[in-house]
């Protein structure tokens, strides 16, 4: 039931989003500045990291992409409160945890579909790395999406006006952005900028994609990485899961 | 008859930052099987929280209600298999065409592909809405939006039907349909019809009974004619009179500013 229900809403929502066609790339376009015209000023800088500046900036812009548009994916959850739409679907018997998950699921594929949009702009710009490290890059894609896209949408959910939802998520996503490390690594930080650092789960994504766009696969960045995301992951649907679940929501 | 919404107690508070608000303070209430009750009250009367309950939409923090058997709070999933609700907003996306809405609203209910698809067709004959089913729903006239609703909440042939102010912003040859609607429902399908609404010719024209809340709690409830006579003096004194002396509120003198233009 929960499956068919999860697939019912996904289908729905991305019918939504293909429908509306600039959303598919909205949410690229900033990543894709970063990369055309701040990605050529680190070529010849020292960044500290193993190999080209492309491997140390691209997966910084791929989790940035995966920050902002999954963050601001509840923003449509407060129009569809609006029009009535989410009541509607909730006196039917569908399952609550659907209503959630086929969101998330939308928003991660569209994410998706903008990492490798901005991946092959990146080999155009002259990144190499190699396959595997690109593929563990969308995985953590997938990870952040799902996990921020929840809280978003728990978020979208409680929240009764645009007003108080677009500065709450703004507080944490410039923040998260700027103390992740996500434009220049933070080995580049004075020792308490690193340490603070530190404090944003985001930054533990960020050096294991770099490690993976960098080879290294099994390094305790990438262990480190990957608990966190997951963790992160899985404490953010159980939020959501409760927040849907609640009848008054 | 039996009852087919039974509430003893009803209550929901709400927590705000100023300290609690008892949106209902305990409502009792028993609508029987193929009855059409008005459910009246002024603004901020309760209303609309008391049909969110009925409709799970809202957890009570007081009180019992049963809907068709099945408890609100241990049998949610009951209670929503046997009833349908069109909110005052109603609830479908502008994009979306009408048939898309029908069909999934009708998977919503856990029909497969095809009977959704079938009972989509169903429902646009049966509400006028046959040319229509491939029109995006934004550009449906406001009688036309109002049949989609309802044919959306009549997609598993619910034995109650939660109408909540239904005719509003409608021209009166679309209120007219409306109504002439619901007495059909009630008539050939035995629907019982919960409805709420501001306009007293509606609630007098189309209930059998009614039930009238004021501040959280039901304060009269009967046949139309019967509160007339009990609380305007006389059976042919308008609805609007004993609604008046019910919940003890006059109407604004005409000549008073507007507060806001």
Redesign the interface.
């Known amino acids: 039931m929960l499956f068919k ?1 999860t697939a ?1 809403v996904y289908g ?1 929502c991305l ?2 989003s293909l ?2 066609g600039v959303a598919l790339f909205f949410g690229v376009l900033t990543p894709l500045l970063y990369l055309f015209f701040f990605g050529p000023l680190l070529t010849g800088l020292p960044l500290g990291g193993q190999g080209s500046s492309w491997q140390v900036l691209v997966p910084g812009l791929l989790l940035q992409l995966a920050l902002f548009g999954a963050l601001f994916a509840g923003f449509s959850i407060i129009l ?1 409160k ?4 989410v ?8 399952s609550r945890l659907a209503l959630l998950l086929g969101r998330v699921l939308r928003d991660t594929t569209v994410l998706l579909f903008q990492a490798v949009l901005l991946v092959l702009a990146a080999l155009a710009m002259g990144l190499r790395a190699p396959l595997g490290g690109i593929l563990v890059g969308f995985g953590f894609v997938a990870l952040l999406a799902v996990a921020l896209a929840s809280l978003s949408y728990a978020l979208g959910l409680t929240v009764a006006t645009p007003q108080e939802f677009a500065p709450l998520v703004n507080g944490v996503a410039m923040p998260s952005m700027l103390l992740s490390g996500l434009m220049l690594p933070m080995s580049l930080a004075p020792a308490w900028l690193d340490a603070l650092s530190h404090v944003v789960p985001l930054r533990y994504l960020v050096d294991a994609v770099r490690d993976a766009y960098a080879g290294s696969y099994t390094s305790p960045h990438m262990l480190r990485g990957l608990l966190v995301a997951v963790g992160f992951a899985v404490l953010a649907v159980t939020v959501g899961t409760r927040v849907f679940r ?3 929501a | 008859m039996a009852a087919v919404i039974s509430a003893a107690g009803l209550a929901r508070t709400f927590r705000t930052k100023r300290g609690p608000v008892q949106a209902v303070r305990g409502i009792d209430l028993t609508v029987h099987e193929g009855e059409i009750l008005g459910f009246l009250g002024p603004n901020g009367a309760g209303k609309t929280t008391t049909l969110r309950m009925l409709t799970t939409l809202l957890a009570p923090t007081g009180g019992t209600a049963t809907v068709a058997g099945c408890d609100l709070v241990t049998d949610p999933v009951g209670v929503r298999r046997a009833c349908g609700c069109v909110a005052q907003s109603g609830g479908v996306d502008g994009q979306i065409t009408v048939r898309e809405e029908l069909v999934t609203q009708g998977r919503l209910y856990r029909l497969t592909k095809a009977e959704a698809v079938e009972r989509a067709r169903e429902l646009a004959q049966d509400l006028g809405l046959d040319g229509l089913l491939d029109r995006r729903t934004a550009a449906l006239s406001g009688g036309q939006r109002r049949r989609l609703d309802i044919a959306m909440a009549l997609t598993h042939r619910p034995r109650v039907l939660f109408l909540d102010e239904p005719t509003t912003g409608l021209d009166p040859g679309s209120r007219a349909d409306l109504w002439d609607l619901v007495r059909r429902l009630r008539d050939e399908h035995g629907t019982t019809v919960f409805l709420t609404t501001h306009y007293l010719d509606e609630a007098d024209a189309l209930a059998d009974r009614l039930v009238v809340v004021d501040h959280g709690v039901v304060v009269a409830e009967g046949t139309p004619s019967a509160l007339k006579r009990e609380h305007a003096g006389s059976a042919d004194a308008s609805l609007q009179d004993a609604f008046l002396a019910i919940t003890g509120r006059r109407p604004a003198p005409a000549d008073a500013a507007p507060v806001a233009i």
């Open positions: 229900d019912l729905r019918r939504q429908r509306s569809e609006a029009q009535g739409v009541e509607r679907m909730r006196v039917t018997p569908v609640r009848a008054g």
